[in-house]
T-cell receptor, first 113, second 114 residues
């Protein structure tokens, strides 16, 4: 069974630009969560989607948004990029019932110059 | 709200020595507790989890953890460290139900000396 796939793996943007990251969950998984990982703040929860609905949201500004499609694939978007948005963005999927057993992708590493 | 505290950011052990990574949690409801491992340039992988039942939980790669409610702890141990155990380890907590999210600790980097 294929794992969680995130694209792109690496990208470089400049301040003020926007970026869209994509995540394909494990087949059959209906929940997709996004996390931001930085050396200073560690792993911070962005949001979780389940059956195309945002079920939970972390404490990030409105520049961070996401969505989930009917096939459970998810995208997250960051608009008006700031230097502090440089991070590893991790996507994780899980089955419909929430048990905390998340399956992570390898992440998308965003560098903002 | 749930939270976890992982004291220290780096632990170094010799190959063959005991590994002990500490985690304390705070939760207003009976928690679900987890340990995840992250190898360089990879995502996180579940090592083990505690939901209900037996308080001593065995995971992959010889790791285990014991849930101690009286101490609000969920420390990770391995009797004998291997070079391949070098990685970053995260303790995490969640509540139960559809609106629970996984909250991670800051992580501990484990180094293994030959």
């Amino acid at each position: 069974k294929a794992g969680v796939t995130q694209t792109p793996r690496y990208l470089i943007k400049t301040r003020g630009q926007q970026v869209t990251l994509s995540c394909s969950p494990i087949s059959g998984h209906r929940s997709v969560s996004w996390y931001q990982q930085t050396p200073g703040q560690g792993l911070q929860f962005l949001f979780e989607y389940f059956s195309e609905t945002q079920r939970n949201k972390g404490n990030f500004p409105g520049r961070f948004s996401g969505r989930q499609f009917s096939n459970s694939r998810s995208e997250m978007n960051v608009s008006t990029l700031e230097l502090g948005d440089s991070a590893l963005y991790l996507c994780a999927s899980s089955l419909d019932s929430y048990t905390g057993e998340l399956f992570f992708g390898e992440g998308s590493r965003l560098t903002v110059l | 709200a749930q939270s976890v505290t992982q004291l220290g950011s780096h632990v170094s052990v010799s190959e063959g020595a005991l590994v002990l990574l500490r985690c304390n949690y705070s939760s207003s409801v009976p928690p679900y507790l987890f340990w995840y491992v992250q190898y360089p340039n990879q995502g996180l992988q579940l090592l083990l989890k505690y939901t209900t039942g037996a308080t001593l939980v065995k995971g992959i790669n010889g790791f285990e953890a014991e849930f101690k409610k009286s101490e609000t702890s969920f420390h990770l141990t391995k009797p004998s460290a291997h070079m391949s155990d070098a990685a970053e380890y995260f303790c995490a907590v969640s509540g139960t139900g559809a609106n629970s999210k996984l909250t991670f600790g800051k992580g501990i980097t484990l180094s293994v000396r030959p």
